[in-house]
C-alpha cells in the first residue's frame, strides 16, 4: 500500500481523509456533489498507486465501490454495525472526520470489520427483488386502502375474481375510448355506485 484514504458517504458530499505511507503526509476534504463524476475526478490523482480505501456499507456504496474498482484500486468495504463496535462508547459527538479517522485507524491496523462486496450480477439481481418486494409491498398497501374505503361506504369488497373481470373490463373500455376516455369511464363507475 502507498495511499491509504477512509471515506464517510452521505447523500450530498463525502468525507474524506488520505494518508501517504512512505511521507505520512495527510489531507482530508470533502467531495462534493457527492455522485459518480466528481468521484471520478478525484480518484484520478492516485492513478498510478497502490491506494486501499475503506468506506462503510450504508446507502450510496456502490457506486464509490464501483468507481474505485474503475480506477484499479482496493475497496475495503467495512460493516457499519461491527465498526460502531470498534468504535467503542462515545464521549464526543460522532463527526464525518472522526468517522474517516477510525476508518483509517482499523484499515491500517488490520483490523477493519470486512463485509463482502458481491459481484455486480449479484448486486442486480439484488437490487431487482428488493424493487419487486417494495412494489408488492406498496400494492398490498393500496388494496387495502381500497378495501377500507369500500367497507367505510358500506360497499362490499369483490371477490377476486369479480375484481379481475372488472379490472380487465374496465381497461377495455379506457383502451377503446382511448385517452379522453379514462374520465368517462370513472364518471361511469361513479355513476353506477347505488
Not at 29 to 35: H, L, N
Request: glycine share 8%; charged share 30%.
Amino acid at each position: 500500500m502507498q495511499i491509504v484514504s477512509a471515506l464517510d458517504v452521505h447523500r450530498r458530499q463525502i468525507t474524506y481523509r488520505t494518508v501517504e505511507l512512505a511521507s505520512g503526509e495527510t489531507g482530508r476534504g470533502r467531495i462534493s456533489p457527492a455522485a459518480r463524476e466528481p468521484v471520478r475526478a478525484w480518484l484520478e490523482r492516485f492513478a498510478g498507486q497502490d491506494a486501499h480505501f475503506a468506506l462503510e456499507g450504508t446507502t450510496g456504496w456502490r457506486f464509490v465501490v464501483e468507481e474505485i474498482e474503475r480506477a484499479g484500486h482496493t475497496a475495503h468495504l467495512a460493516d457499519p454495525a461491527e465498526t460502531a463496535v470498534r468504535r467503542g462508547r462515545k464521549r464526543r459527538a460522532k463527526t464525518d472526520d472522526s468517522d474517516c479517522e477510525l476508518q483509517l485507524r482499523l484499515l491500517l491496523g488490520g483490523e477493519l470489520p470486512e463485509a463482502w462486496i458481491p459481484p455486480p450480477h449479484s448486486l442486480e439481481l439484488r437490487t431487482r427483488v428488493r424493487l419487486r418486494k417494495t412494489l408488492i409491498d406498496q400494492r398490498t398497501a393500496w388494496l387495502q386502502r381500497l378495501q377500507s374505503q369500500l367497507f367505510h361506504q358500506g360497499a362490499a369488497w369483490p371477490e377476486a375474481a369479480d375484481r379481475g373481470r372488472a379490472a380487465r373490463a374496465c381497461n377495455a373500455r379506457i383502451v377503446a375510448r382511448g385517452t379522453r376516455g379514462r374520465r368517462a369511464v370513472l364518471a361511469d363507475a361513479r355513476s353506477a355506485r347505488p
